[in-house]
């Protein structure tokens, strides 16, 4: 099984700075998988990055970028230049070759103020 | 990656009611998982839908309470039993697709019992 943990509850950021969330990860499989999403006030789930166990070359798209850390169980993830559009809560997830169900962390609820 | 239609998006129920949510995914797809989000929590699995047969429910759900069907490779049903206004949730389907792991959600079922 898996256990995911965000331990940031809330973030506040004043527009154009940068954030990081942090999430860290529990799991006794080899090959697992490592999954951010964006939930905005309406609800829905929006996928931002999936990373596997095997790969931790970090990646930058645009203003996301993630840093995946094995050797800490970590895998962080920074918006730079932050904007109002980014305010929404943020899970961190996890799945294994034999879970396959996604076990999210409680999410960090990031606020990006005016 | 699979397109899901998920109905309603949101109603207002009575007490002592039940509730059918509606999955529809665009593709066949293996995996069909059914989560629950509670106001200001995270998504917690409800039960793995398998195609012919009984869901798989996890550690505090029951048949009789949210009861599952997964006709075919394409659809899926969850209903909410005899609801009480501790059932009022975000419900949400999600797919999981085969070898990339990659996994798309609905836009979720806003419920509010009264």
């Known amino acids: 099984a898996q256990k995911v943990t965000q331990a940031q509850t809330e973030i506040s950021v004043v527009e154009k700075e940068d954030v990081t969330l942090d999430c860290v990860y529990e799991?006794?499989?080899?090959?697992?998988?490592l999954f951010w999403y964006k939930q905005p006030p309406s609800g829905e789930l929006v996928f931002l990055i999936r990373r596997n166990s095997f790969d931790e070359q970090n990646e930058i798209s645009g203003r996301y970028s993630w840093n995946f850390q094995k050797s800490t169980s970590s895998f962080n993830f920074t918006i730079t230049a932050s904007q109002v559009v980014d305010s929404a809560v943020y899970f961190c997830a996890a799945t294994s070759g034999s879970a396959r169900q996604l076990t999210f962390g409680s999410g960090t609820q990031l606020t990006v103020l005016p | 990656s699979a397109v899901i239609s998920q109905k309603p998006s949101r109603d207002i129920c009575q007490r002592g009611t039940s509730l059918t949510i509606q999955c529809q995914v665009d593709s066949q797809v293996t995996m069909m998982f059914w989560y629950r989000q509670q106001p200001g929590q995270s998504l917690t699995l409800i039960a793995t839908?398998?195609?012919?047969?009984?869901?798989?429910?996890e550690s505090g759900f029951v048949i009789d309470k949210f009861p599952i069907s997964r006709p075919n490779l394409t659809f899926s049903t969850l209903t909410v039993s005899n609801m009480s206004p501790e059932d009022s949730s975000i419900y949400l389907c999600?797919?999981?697709?085969?070898?990339?792991?990659?996994?798309?959600f609905g836009s979720g079922t806003r419920l509010t019992v009264v």
């Open positions: 999600s797919v999981g697709e085969q070898g990339n792991y990659g996994y798309t």
């Open positions: 799991t006794r499989d080899t090959t697992y998988y």
């Open positions: 839908a398998n195609q012919g047969s009984e869901a798989t429910y």
